[in-house]
């Protein structure tokens, strides 16, 4: 059963840095594209940062230069950098992964079959 696990949200100032966390328990780690999607209320969810299963990484442009998306594959855990956070990046951050394949838009959430429970960002001006 894949479960994912998402940590590390919180409240900050704008400009401020957080680093969200994602466990993840499985899933054959190297086999999966993972992504971070985030979901402010009353807006449609967005899909932030991927990672694809031979490590290429890809960014929303709202989000580019200021969050990097990494993976430690021996501990399976998934990260989101985030610096020079903006009220706007304000959300719940969700973790997703799905396995395998290379035709599907990383960064659309419905092509997704695992996701967290989220983590909340709170960035204050």
């Known amino acids: 059963q894949v479960q994912l696990v998402e940590s590390g949200g919180g409240s900050v100032q704008a400009g401020g840095t957080l680093r969200l966390s994602c466990a993840s328990s499985?899933?054959?780690?190297?086999?999966?594209?993972m992504a971070w999607f985030r979901q402010a209320p009353g807006k449609e969810r967005e899909g932030v940062a991927g990672l694809d299963s031979d490590g290429r990484a890809m960014y929303a442009e709202s989000v580019k230069g200021r969050f990097t998306i990494s993976q430690d594959k021996a501990k399976k855990i998934l990260y989101l950098q985030m610096k020079s956070l903006k009220p706007e990046d304000s959300a719940m951050y969700y973790c997703?992964?799905?396995?395998?394949?290379?035709?599907?838009?990383?960064?659309?959430?419905?092509?997704?079959?695992?996701w967290g429970q989220g983590t909340q960002v709170a960035v204050s001006s």
């Open positions: 997703a992964a799905q396995q395998g394949g290379s035709g599907w838009p990383l960064l659309q959430g419905r092509w997704y079959r695992y």
């Open positions: 499985g899933l054959i780690y190297s086999t999966y594209r």
